[in-house]
């Protein structure tokens, strides 16, 4: 309550420095910027090859930590109603009924527990009877907060769904692109794309994070604004493309780029600090869907759009014609 | 761009006003808002996830269904053939997919006649394509094989599908639970949720059983020690008894009577011995064949068999009184060494009626009331801070086009609260996060529009000319920008369930207000003020 009672005053006091003029507006980005991004791709391409395969190795020797969404069996939440919870002895209990590989970890607070069971063999009946057994031996001295159970028929379907969902939204993204640019630009997209991808699930793979439905929410957003930063750089190179029909490929992709800069900044910033709360204050239930958010979103996005999604377009062929014929006839519109 | 006619202003106000009017009901308890009229009823669903409560997924065994029509089918050509006074001479059998007949070869095309009556053209929407209930064919040398089509399958699927659902919804409300939401999903499955349940261990006993009942007469004329040893006649069956020690049972095949003719079913004492019992009673019908069978087997024992023979749910003899007279009016009672609980359970299931087939639970998702409620505070922290940083960053860096901003984001952050209640839609956890999102990316509107504003400034243009041209500029970029976030959430929305979906939900409708505001209500408060000021110099 108190973090909110202060921002809340916070804003009040801005508010009236600002309005007496007395606090100057924040530039983060200064105007009229004037990298040159387009030569930094020298460097960017190899870094983000090598990052790509390490992030696609990664994914073959260590795997990413699939939860029971897609690898079937129990969670359960508990809560002790008195004092902290004594892993030792609650793994005592529970490794005596015979389950198999059973996980406990500390969750939350001093009394949280969340407790994972394998894949109990002897198919749906059989999960059931193992929530069963784990609810008779802890009996009523904890709080159930949250018990899941998926059987082997309703994974498999899940994990289905989740990758030909994220097949069909790159495709359908593809599809909307090409139809509004032209398709080298779609391409460029959808090759960043597939970058952020591939260095979203390397980073699940690290930190070992759990692999869920909520993982394949976390990864179609993450695709949808990257493609939101991506497509304005694009609309601007589009304009610049029109407008200025002599610049050669480098230069005006630059131009480009430098006069979005300041928008792409201050919109991470904002995102940032919207997840940032989520993160902090969301709780568990959807901490790492915002862990994953947040790399994806605010490390990858912007680095791909800019660093990967613009110079791509050089190798894609977009203006080629400009730097060789530039002076004998003017290029197509 | 800059330019509004008075009614196309008027319209923008009063569509934003209106949206966002939709979520006031959200702000009024549950029993204020039922005394309102039924349009003004529509609001937020809280998600189990928030509220608490369980969600189960149970399939239907299909197998069982066919292994069932096979039977039935089999009982019908026994009939057919016993009416037509023809002989089968090696029985009749269900064998792998097919019921075969076996007759002596001479009787064979008047055997074939007669099974042909059991066929029928397909009801329903197949009524037309030609397709017919059984299919009966000569293998030859008297052997007549009866198959029953994939349609007719399932059809007989889908009937025993919608059958189970209004059973379980008579189950589950038993638990006197607050609307619970029944549903089928896919061609086999059936979605169960239910707000507030803690432990669904009862649920799931109710609804494991199929409670199909069936009174069969005890063969005497076999010991059970004989049958055990495979001496068991023809059309003879042993079962074991529900209670310990579990004794085997030889029943016959027929079926005299089946639960589908109670009428009623009550827990209660069994006067002589108080133990619990359940008293049942036969619809009319049912009730005359009573009679006729407690009359024709008088000093007879005949066995109330519950179950549907599948491994989880096998057939058991609950009890095997003796017929010591006739029993006219119609009623009995079971006694089974029951616990009050198990007579309780047994007498709502046979009030419900029996389920045409097993049901497994192949998913569960059950939430404590205590998280839900930690996670509804903790989504509302998250958000109010999310937003006040949002708000305090764009004050810093705009100022007055800042506050601008703040309030097209106050703006659309009601408006995606009205159109969710306007939707009826169901708010998770997850769904949380995609709203504060949606403020973290909302302003992206505006800051695109504000660059633009600054770039065209740079260029030299004055102020209302570069205000305009940068709206003009802008909006196209923002179309472009959020159609394929819209993509990402509309899939979401078609792969996902529960919370992942409460997420699309708040993701797309977010996108459509941001778009909204961008065009309409943010424009209008430039608008307004450059009216108002007619500034030379843009404060940006």
Same mark, same amino acid.
């Given at each position: ?30 105007d ?33 930590n699939?939860g029971i ?27 005596g ?35 069963q ?18 059987g ?100 005006l ?36 869907f ?44 | ?6 009614w ?70 026994r ?110 499955r059936?979605?169960?949720? @239910?707000? *507030? ?6 649920? =799931? &006993?109710? +609804? ?5 009942? $069936?009174?069969? #007469? ?18 003879d ?17 027929q ?38 069978i ?10 109330? @068999?519950? *179950? ?6 096998? =057939? &058991?003899v +609950? ?5 010591? $007279?006739?029993? #006219? ?89 009205g ?10 956890l ?78 797309g ?32």
């Amino acid at each position: 309550m108190w973090i909110l009672l202060g921002l809340g005053a916070l804003i009040v006091v801005l508010a009236v420095l600002i309005v007496f003029g007395i606090i100057p507006p924040l530039r983060i980005v200064p105007d009229d910027t004037k990298f040159d991004f387009i030569r930094f791709r020298r460097v960017s391409f190899p870094i983000s090859a090598a990052l790509s395969i390490l992030a696609i190795t990664l994914f073959f020797t260590h795997g990413l930590n699939f939860g029971i969404d897609f690898r079937g069996g129990t969670l359960l939440e508990i809560q002790q109603k008195t004092g902290p919870a004594d892993i030792a002895s609650l793994r005592a209990t529970l490794s005596g009924l015979g389950l198999g590989d059973v996980q406990l970890q500390q969750f939350g607070g001093p009394s949280d527990v969340l407790i994972r069971i394998a894949e109990q063999p002897g198919g749906d009946q059989a999960q059931q009877e193992a929530v069963q057994k784990v609810r008779q031996a802890l009996g009523t001295a904890v709080e159930y907060r949250r018990v899941e159970v998926v059987g082997p028929r309703v994974y498999s379907e899940l994990l289905a769904y989740g990758t030909t969902g994220l097949m069909v939204a790159i495709v359908g993204i593809l599809i909307y692109l090409w139809f509004r640019f032209e398709w080298q630009f779609a391409l460029g997209a959808m090759i960043a794309n597939v970058h952020d991808i591939v260095l979203t699930i390397g980073f699940m793979s690290v930190t070992q994070i759990d692999f869920d439905l909520t993982s394949i929410a976390a990864l179609l957003t993450i695709l949808g604004y990257s493609l939101n930063d991506t497509v304005v750089i694009y609309d601007r190179i589009r304009e610049m493309l029109r407008r200025y029909k002599k610049m050669s490929m480098p230069e005006l992709l630059n131009i480009s780029i430098n006069s979005t800069l300041s928008r792409s900044i201050i919109t991470h910033v904002t995102v940032t600090l919207a997840l940032l709360a989520l993160l902090l204050f969301g709780g568990h239930a959807i901490r790492s869907f915002t862990a994953t958010m947040m790399f994806g979103v605010v490390l990858v996005g912007t680095y791909t759009s800019i660093f990967i999604a613009s110079p791509i377009l050089i190798y894609l062929g977009v203006g080629t014609n400009r730097r060789d014929d530039t002076d004998e006839k003017p290029s197509r519109p | 761009m800059l330019y509004f006619s008075r009614w196309k202003a008027l319209a923008i106000v009063l569509t934003a006003l209106v949206v966002c009017l939709c979520a006031v009901p959200n702000f009024f308890s549950e029993a204020t808002v039922r005394t309102w009229p039924a349009w003004a009823q529509r609001r937020l669903v809280l998600g189990l996830d928030l509220q608490g409560g369980s969600h189960l997924l149970l399939e239907v065994d299909t197998n069982a269904v066919k292994k069932d029509k096979l039977n039935q089918l089999a009982d019908d050509a026994r009939r057919v053939m016993r009416e037509a006074r023809i002989r089968f001479t090696g029985g009749i059998a269900v064998r792998g997919d097919a019921v075969e007949v076996r007759v002596a070869e001479a009787d064979a095309s008047a055997a074939l006649n007669k099974l042909r009556e059991l066929s029928q053209p397909l009801g329903g929407f197949l009524g037309s394509s030609g397709q017919r209930t059984v299919e009966v064919t000569d293998a030859g040398g008297g052997l007549i094989r009866l198959t029953i089509p994939e349609a007719a399958i399932t059809e007989r699927i889908r009937q025993a599908v919608d059958q189970s659902i209004q059973i379980v919804e008579r189950r589950v409300n038993q638990l006197g639970t607050v609307e619970p939401l029944i549903q089928r999903q896919g061609l086999d499955r059936i979605l169960v949720q @239910v707000p *507030g349940l803690q432990d669904p261990t009862r649920l =799931k &006993e109710l +609804l494991g059983k199929t409670a199909k009942l $069936e009174f069969r #007469l005890v063969d005497v004329s076999v010991s059970p020690e004989q049958a055990a040893q495979g001496n068991i006649p023809a059309d003879d069956e042993i079962f074991k008894t529900s209670q310990q020690p579990k004794t085997p049972v030889v029943v016959k095949k027929q079926v005299l009577l089946s639960g589908e003719e109670l009428s009623d079913a009550q827990a209660s004492f069994d006067q002589r011995t108080s133990e619990p019992v359940v008293t049942f009673k036969f619809n009319s019908s049912g009730a005359r064949k009573f009679a006729q069978i407690t009359t024709e087997n008088v000093e007879r024992p005949f066995a109330i @068999v519950l *179950g549907s023979g599948t491994v989880d749910d096998p =057939k &058991e003899v +609950l009890s095997a009184p003796v017929i010591r $007279e006739p029993i #006219l009016q119609g009623s009995g009672q079971i006694s089974g060494s029951f616990t009050v609980q198990q007579a309780n359970d047994l007498a709502i299931l046979l009030r419900a009626g029996a389920l045409p087939a097993p049901l497994t639970t192949i998913e569960e998702r059950t939430v404590g009331p205590g998280l839900g409620q930690d996670s509804i505070r903790a989504g509302e922290i998250a958000a109010y801070v999310g937003s006040i940083l949002v708000i305090l960053f764009m004050l810093l860096t705009y100022r007055l086009f800042g506050f601008f901003a703040n309030v097209a984001v106050a703006i659309n952050v009601a408006m995606i609260f009205g159109l969710l209640s306007l939707l009826n839609a169901t708010l998770t956890l997850p769904g949380i996060a995609g709203i504060v999102l949606t403020v973290g990316i909302a302003v992206d509107s505006n800051v695109l529009i504000y660059e633009r504003i600054r770039e065209e400034l740079r260029h030299g243009r004055s102020a209302i000319s570069a205000i305009d041209a940068g709206f003009t500029r802008a909006l196209a970029t923002i179309m472009d920008s959020n159609i394929t976030t819209f993509i990402a959430a509309a899939v979401l929305f078609f792969i996902g369930t529960g919370p992942v979906r409460g997420f699309a939900v708040t993701l797309g409708i977010g996108i459509i207000t941001t778009v909204f505001t961008a065009f309409t209500v943010t424009r209008l408060i430039v608008a307004a003020w450059v009216r108002w000021r007619r500034p030379q110099k843009v404060p940006i």
